[in-house]
Structure formats: C-alpha cells, structure tokens
C-alpha cells in the first residue's frame, strides 16, 4: 500500500483501520464510526448519510480496486468532531477515472443492476474527491 | 436482517426487516430469486422495517425486478421508511418501480 497517512489539523488525529479485502470487515469499521457519531449526538440522517457513503466507499474499493483479492489491503482513515466527519479510503488496484462512470439516474441505466455507489457518495457526502489515480476517495460531511 | 415472507391472494409479499447492506445483499439475492425460480413472479416488497438499503440490496432488487417482469409478474415496493424513500428518490428508482404508501394499496393495484 503506497498511501501515506493524512496530515492532523485543527481536527486532530486520525484513527487508522486496515483489514483484508473481505466485506466482512465492513461492519467493524461502520460500527467503530457510527459509535463515535452517536456519542457525539449526530441525528439519524447523518448517520444515515455516513453510513451508506463509507459503505460504498468500501465495497468499491474491494470490488473495483481490489477485485476482492484476500491478499490485498483496504485501509481507512476517519476522525470526527462535533462539526464534521472525514473519512479516506484507500485501495491497492490501479485506479479508475471516476468521470468515466456513467450516470446511473440516466433512464437508460435505471434498470442496471451496478453503478449507483459513487452517485449516492456524492449525493450524501458535503464532499467527495478522489485521487489523481483513482484508487483513493476522501469524504467530508459537516454537521 | 430477517426476512418473512407470506402469500395474500396470488402476490408473494415480502417483508424486509433491519439493514439490507452488503453482508445481507446475498441472502436478500438468494431469497428473491428462489422465490422468482419457484414460479411466483407478483412480489411486494414490505419496506416497513428496513432500516438501511445499501446499492448492492437496491441491484438485488432490480434483478428480481427484471426476473419478474421478464415473466410477466411485478416487483412493487411498500411503505418505505425517510431514509429509504430519500435513496429510491436520489437514485430515481422511484421512476423504475412502483412504490406504494403501504402492503394493501400495492395489493389492491395487483
């Protein structure tokens, strides 16, 4: 994994998670982030909205990024504080041009089965920007 | 999750109960589609007590969608808490299947 660590700020430290490609591992993190939400008395939409972004920022990077080989790594960063969440995904594939996705609320792609991950990111998350390779999403969601 | 799932008149009504997420998404697929395979193709979906839908649960429900009606029956979707009315909105698969306020009024369209 060449991802370095990013930098603390006013924000403060980041908790760092990585585990083996398997969407088993998902659910830990989800929990750890959520808890962490909860104690710090977000509501339920942003709950929500964290939950679904980091979940398929996850499983993209599983699929996409690792094509779900065991023997590769999914790392995560995230803090938060009691004005906004952040979170960094980082995969070991070769990336992707996340502007080559097509648009899954096109009416000629509303019956295809993949595709909406990144949409609902973008669309629940304040922020979402990748990496210039592709295989690195960073998410902020204010309160 | 937990699924239950119950006939009323010659509809398969399916009530999805806790988070469909990723680790669910499999035995939502297996569910459906057996129920799909097994020869009933007019299912309701019973959204009450769905608390998360993540894309992979929403493309197991677009499969069964596309298997029902490539068989002329119906994926109809009921009683959709916020959030899940919010995700069927943001994605506009609201325009793909039919949503209805509650089991009966999907029933009662059948």
């Known amino acids: 994994m060449t991802s370095n660590p990013p930098k603390t700020d006013d924000m403060g430290a980041w908790t760092e998670r990585v585990f083996p490609t398997s969407l088993a591992e998902i659910r830990g993190t989800e929990r750890d982030v959520l808890t962490r939400l909860r104690e710090l008395a977000y509501d339920e939409d942003h709950l929500f909205a964290v939950r679904l972004s980091l979940e398929e920022a996850l499983v993209n990077a599983m699929r996409h990024g690792n094509h779900f080989d065991p023997n590769r790594s999914v790392r995560v960063w995230y803090r938060i504080s009691p004005d906004r969440v952040e979170i960094r995904v980082a995969d070991e594939g070769t990336g992707f041009d996340p502007g080559g996705v097509p648009d899954p609320t096109a009416d000629e792609n509303l019956d295809k089965p993949c595709g909406r991950g990144i949409m609902l990111m973008r669309c629940y998350m304040d922020k979402v920007e990748f990496s210039p390779r592709g295989n690195e999403v960073f998410m902020v969601k204010h309160r | ?110």
């Open chain 2, 1 to 110: 999750m937990k699924i239950e799932t119950r006939t009323e008149f010659d509809c398969q009504i399916i009530a999805i109960r806790g988070s469909a997420d990723v680790n669910a998404s499999a035995f939502l697929r297996e569910a459906l589609l057996a129920i799909i395979e097994g020869g009933m193709t007019r299912l309701i979906c019973d959204l009450t007590e769905t608390d998360f839908i993540g894309s992979d649960a929403l493309g197991v429900l677009i499969t069964a969608y596309l298997k029902a009606t490539g068989r002329n029956g119906f994926v109809k979707l009921a009683n959709p808490q916020s959030h899940l009315t919010e995700v069927l909105e943001t994605t506009r698969l609201n325009r793909l299947f039919d949503v209805y306020p509650d089991v009966s009024s999907a029933l009662a369209s059948a």
